[in-house]
């Protein structure tokens, strides 16, 4: 039994600091200055959730305890946007129902970005991140191929990366924009 309860107080630790990973990856400046990204909420939830997906989906390829630390990522995501409405003056009786529209706009991206990502189709990731992103601005075209680019190349490197380093994978990323 306390073989399972130190396994699990581990997994959280990991899952914590890989989700401090995808924070720090998702207010990378880069990302709004390189890649044009706006600077509104919409589009920095837009980036955090675009490196949620990626990550979930690195941890999901692993054999070691996948899953859980899968799920565990999704809840802090879920949990950290949970506050940061409360923070932005969101009542408490709605926050609920907030939270049920981001649950769906989370499915949306995965159906949306997942078969892109997997099957590493630029064009295609290219002219979702247009329409979601930039909201079809004719001009954002170059950023929104930018920022496919982006998103398989993480890809890639978190598919080469073990699991247990994950959580310090942006030190590493960050260095490699600068």
Known sequence: ???????RARRKRNAHDIYGSIVALSRSPALYTQFGIPDTLEARFEALLLHVI???SRVRHSDEDAEPM???IVDLFFADLDTTSRELGVGDLTVPKKMRKLATVYQDRIAQYGN????EDRDDLSKEFKQIVYHDDESAERHATMLAD??????RELMQTPLEELRCVHERINEQQE
């Open 54 to 56: 990626l990550f979930v």
């Open 116 to 119: 892109a990502i997997v099957a």
């Open 150 to 155: 982006y998103a398989r190349n993480l890809m």
């Open 70 to 72: 899968a799920q565990e």
């Open 1 to 7: 039994m306390l073989n399972w309860l130190t396994k």
